[in-house]
């Protein structure tokens, strides 16, 4: 079955330093891949999606994330964090269509994202 | 209103009492979903609905009853609940359900409290 895993239930970084949120997902076949931000009592936001084509994907507040078929990873970057950024995030997967399943989104534990001054 | 609003924001209830939340969809989109996010548990998808028809129910216990009038409206209602159901319920709308437009928009959610 379809899973999504991301490694560290809390990450934590300064103010200005590289922000990696790791995440893998377990298919032969490579899912559409997504990257959600939720900040505290609100829904999720949607930063970026792959889908296909080039596997460097650029996503709202300065985020992007990178494809790679090798490792089945999906990590998430940001060159520089910003106090704002500390949030919860979720990578998520949906089956492509024909792999014979409904193609709903399948996501992981979250990621706990700490900003220090 | 834009994109995925949900009311009420935050509700609190007895276990006897009767209550629903509501999901109002500005997309046009043809799915809906509920989910339920508990503290320190992953997303736990409920229900889904595609053109106002169930496709799916991950085994949600019956005192939870999702209705779906039409592809923008989508209630939950909620009856003798137990304490264990306190958590944030998000409504969340799809284009589609597979395919490549089928990222999902989420509500702000409903935070309920049982006692």
């Known amino acids: 079955a379809q899973s999504v895993t991301q490694l560290g239930s809390h990450v934590s970084v300064s103010e200005g330093a590289l922000v990696l949120l790791r995440c893998n997902y377990s298919?032969?076949?490579?899912?559409?891949l997504f990257w959600y931000v939720q900040y505290p009592n609100q829904g999720l936001q949607l930063l970026l999606k792959?889908?296909?084509?080039?596997?460097l994907v650029k996503g709202i507040n300065g985020f992007e994330a990178e494809f790679k078929k090798s490792e089945t990873s999906f990590h998430l970057t940001k060159p520089s964090a910003h106090m704002s950024d500390a949030a919860e995030y979720f990578c998520?997967?949906?089956?492509?269509?024909?792999?014979?399943?409904?193609?709903?989104?399948?996501f992981g534990q979250g990621t706990t994202l700490q900003v220090k001054p | 209103e834009t994109g995925v609003t949900q009311t009420p924001r935050h509700l609190v209830m007895g276990m006897t009492n009767k209550k629903s939340l509501k999901c109002e969809q500005h997309l046009g989109h043809n799915a809906m979903y509920w989910y339920k996010q508990s503290a320190k548990k992953p997303l736990e998808l409920m229900f889904v609905y595609n053109f106002k028809e169930q496709t799916e129910n991950n085994s949600v216990p019956s005192r939870f009853s999702p209705e779906c009038p039409n592809s923008s409206h989508l209630f939950l209602h909620l009856h003798t609940l137990q304490p264990e159901d306190s958590a944030l319920y998000l409504c969340?709308?799809?284009?589609?359900?597979?395919?490549?437009?089928?990222?999902?928009?989420f509500g702000p959610g409903t935070r309920l409290t049982v006692l």
């Open positions: 792959y889908t296909t084509g080039a596997t």
């Open positions: 998520a997967v949906s089956p492509r269509p024909g792999s014979g399943n409904t193609g709903k989104l399948i």
């Open positions: 298919s032969s076949v490579p899912p559409y």
């Open positions: 969340a709308s799809s284009q589609q359900l597979a395919g490549v437009n089928n990222e999902q928009f």
